[in-house]
Protein backbone atom coordinates (compact mmCIF):
# COMPACT_ATOMS: atom_id res chain seq x y z
CA UNK A 1 0.00 0.00 0.00
CA UNK A 2 2.39 2.31 0.93
CA UNK A 3 4.78 2.13 -2.28
CA UNK A 4 1.20 2.63 -4.50
CA UNK A 5 0.93 5.85 -2.79
CA UNK A 6 4.33 6.54 -3.32
CA UNK A 7 4.45 5.85 -7.30
CA UNK A 8 0.79 7.80 -7.08
CA UNK A 9 2.85 10.85 -5.69
CA UNK A 10 5.53 10.55 -7.63
CA UNK A 11 3.30 10.40 -11.24
CA UNK A 12 1.25 13.36 -9.39
CA UNK A 13 4.50 15.78 -8.37
CA UNK A 14 7.77 14.37 -9.75
CA UNK A 15 10.18 14.09 -7.49
CA UNK A 16 9.46 15.19 -3.99
CA UNK A 17 10.44 15.12 -0.61
CA UNK A 18 8.69 14.48 2.87
CA UNK A 19 9.69 16.33 5.68
CA UNK A 20 9.31 16.71 8.93
CA UNK A 21 8.67 20.44 10.72
CA UNK A 22 9.41 20.79 14.36
CA UNK A 23 8.75 23.86 16.43
CA UNK A 24 9.83 24.56 19.77
CA UNK A 25 7.94 27.28 22.12
CA UNK A 26 7.90 25.28 25.29
CA UNK A 27 10.43 26.21 28.83
CA UNK A 28 13.15 23.59 28.66
CA UNK A 29 14.27 21.36 31.58
CA UNK A 30 18.25 21.86 32.29
CA UNK A 31 20.50 19.40 31.03
CA UNK A 32 22.29 17.12 33.06
CA UNK A 33 25.07 16.10 30.70
CA UNK A 34 27.86 18.04 31.95
CA UNK A 35 28.37 20.22 28.76
CA UNK A 36 28.09 23.83 28.25
CA UNK A 37 26.07 25.53 25.42
CA UNK A 38 26.99 29.34 24.70
CA UNK A 39 26.14 31.68 22.05
CA UNK A 40 29.76 31.36 19.54
CA UNK A 41 31.26 34.14 17.14
CA UNK A 42 33.35 33.60 14.17
CA UNK A 43 36.45 33.68 16.38
CA UNK A 44 35.15 30.51 18.41
CA UNK A 45 34.69 28.84 15.17
CA UNK A 46 38.36 29.61 13.78
CA UNK A 47 40.27 28.76 17.10
CA UNK A 48 38.63 25.43 16.71
CA UNK A 49 41.10 22.71 15.51
CA UNK A 50 38.72 20.87 13.79
CA UNK A 51 37.81 21.40 10.57
CA UNK A 52 34.52 20.95 10.32
CA UNK A 53 33.91 23.16 13.10
CA UNK A 54 36.06 25.95 11.44
CA UNK A 55 34.08 25.47 7.79
CA UNK A 56 30.93 26.89 9.52
CA UNK A 57 31.47 30.16 9.66
CA UNK A 58 29.43 30.63 6.43
CA UNK A 59 26.49 30.66 8.68
CA UNK A 60 26.72 33.41 11.04
CA UNK A 61 26.59 37.08 9.99
CA UNK A 62 23.38 39.35 10.45
CA UNK A 63 20.35 37.86 11.02
CA UNK A 64 22.14 34.53 12.70
CA UNK A 65 22.67 33.49 16.22
CA UNK A 66 25.43 30.45 16.36
CA UNK A 67 25.73 28.40 19.27
CA UNK A 68 28.27 26.24 20.73
CA UNK A 69 27.87 22.65 22.39
CA UNK A 70 31.35 22.43 24.60
CA UNK A 71 33.31 19.57 25.87
CA UNK A 72 35.63 21.55 28.64
CA UNK A 73 36.97 23.72 26.89
CA UNK A 74 36.60 21.56 23.16
CA UNK A 75 34.41 22.79 20.76
CA UNK A 76 31.91 19.34 19.98
CA UNK A 77 29.21 21.06 18.42
CA UNK A 78 27.70 24.12 16.82
CA UNK A 79 24.10 25.02 15.73
CA UNK A 80 22.49 28.08 13.46
CA UNK A 81 19.31 30.02 13.84
CA UNK A 82 18.73 32.27 10.87
CA UNK A 83 15.82 34.87 11.10
CA UNK A 84 14.17 38.08 9.16
CA UNK A 85 15.84 38.62 6.51
CA UNK A 86 19.13 36.19 6.29
CA UNK A 87 15.92 33.35 6.82
CA UNK A 88 14.37 34.40 3.26
CA UNK A 89 17.59 33.31 1.70
CA UNK A 90 16.14 30.06 2.03
CA UNK A 91 12.02 30.81 3.00
CA UNK A 92 11.24 27.24 3.43
CA UNK A 93 8.88 28.00 6.33
CA UNK A 94 7.15 31.76 6.65
CA UNK A 95 8.46 33.13 9.88
CA UNK A 96 6.94 35.78 11.59
CA UNK A 97 8.10 38.50 13.87
CA UNK A 98 10.50 36.70 16.40
CA UNK A 99 10.64 33.17 15.04
CA UNK A 100 13.79 31.77 13.88
CA UNK A 101 14.99 28.66 11.89
CA UNK A 102 17.74 26.09 13.18
CA UNK A 103 19.41 25.52 9.66
CA UNK A 104 21.99 24.19 10.50
CA UNK A 105 23.98 21.44 13.14
CA UNK A 106 27.03 19.62 13.22
CA UNK A 107 28.22 17.23 16.13
CA UNK A 108 31.81 16.02 15.62
CA UNK A 109 32.19 12.27 14.42
CA UNK A 110 33.99 11.40 17.63
CA UNK A 111 30.90 13.54 20.42
CA UNK A 112 28.11 11.03 18.30
CA UNK A 113 26.17 8.72 20.78
CA UNK A 114 26.58 11.00 23.64
CA UNK A 115 23.66 13.39 23.46
CA UNK A 116 26.08 16.41 22.25
CA UNK A 117 22.98 17.54 19.40
CA UNK A 118 20.15 17.35 21.90
CA UNK A 119 21.70 19.81 24.51
CA UNK A 120 22.87 22.01 21.63
CA UNK A 121 19.26 22.19 20.70
CA UNK A 122 17.85 22.43 23.95
CA UNK A 123 20.04 25.22 25.07
CA UNK A 124 20.44 27.12 22.19
CA UNK A 125 16.33 27.18 22.57
CA UNK A 126 16.57 28.16 25.88
CA UNK A 127 18.92 30.86 24.55
CA UNK A 128 17.03 31.67 21.71
CA UNK A 129 14.18 32.47 23.82
CA UNK A 130 16.25 34.91 26.08
CA UNK A 131 17.24 36.74 23.36
CA UNK A 132 12.92 37.76 22.70
CA UNK A 133 12.37 34.60 19.77
CA UNK A 134 9.03 33.14 20.70
CA UNK A 135 9.38 30.04 18.87
CA UNK A 136 11.75 27.90 16.83
CA UNK A 137 12.02 25.79 13.66
CA UNK A 138 13.71 23.05 12.41
CA UNK A 139 12.86 21.17 9.29
CA UNK A 140 14.55 17.35 9.88
CA UNK A 141 14.76 15.21 6.52
Request: proline share 4%; charged share 20%; aromatic share 14%.
Amino acid sequence: MKSMLKKILRWLFGDYAAYHVYRNGANLAAPANGFTVRQIDAGDLQRSPDTDIGEQAFYLGEGAHGFGCFDGDALVGVCFYWHGQRYLKRNFWPLAEREAKLVQIITLPRMRDRSVAPTLIQESARAMQALGFTRNYARIW
